[in-house]
């Protein structure tokens, strides 16, 4: 047997064969798109930098290693915000908004002061340009 507290110190045992995702869901029901508009604009105008990734993921990887570089000269870590989508419920929801946003729904979607510069490509062409420390001014 497994056991899952939540945040708010609630125990739920989950028993074996259970699937957890299921689980997971039944808990921490989706939110409607209209939620998950609201709050990725939320953290999208929030924070200098924001990074929906997954952490299995080789290109948000390549794209936080490129940002990461950045703290101390044109970050500081509390400018950005880094969301791993892949254990949230919500990500089907959270990448089909992104593609609303940003015409693609692959992650990472890099958005710095509000724009999408796109994923870890492009994160790391605009480094090499030398044009990202121009952009997280």
Do not use: W
């Not at 992650?107 to 490509?121: A, H, L, Q, S």
């Amino acid at each position: 047997m497994l056991r899952l507290v939540t945040r708010e110190n609630h125990t739920h045992n989950i028993f074996p064969g259970t699937s957890i995702l299921i689980y997971f869901k039944v808990i921490f029901p989706e939110l409607e798109m209209s939620q998950v508009k609201t709050m990725i604009d939320a953290k999208i105008g929030g924070k200098k930098v924001v990074v929906f990734s997954k952490t299995y993921c080789p290109y948000c990887t390549k794209a936080k290693k490129v940002l990461r570089n950045h703290y101390g000269k044109d970050l500081n870590e509390a400018d950005v915000e880094i969301i791993e989508i892949e254990n949230n419920p919500d990500c089907d929801a959270i990448q089909d908004y992104l593609k609303t946003l940003t015409g693609g729904r692959s992650v990472p979607r890099v958005f710095i002061n509000g724009k999408c510069i796109g994923g870890g490509d492009e994160t790391q062409a605009l480094e090499q340009s030398g044009k990202l420390s121009g952009l997280l001014q």
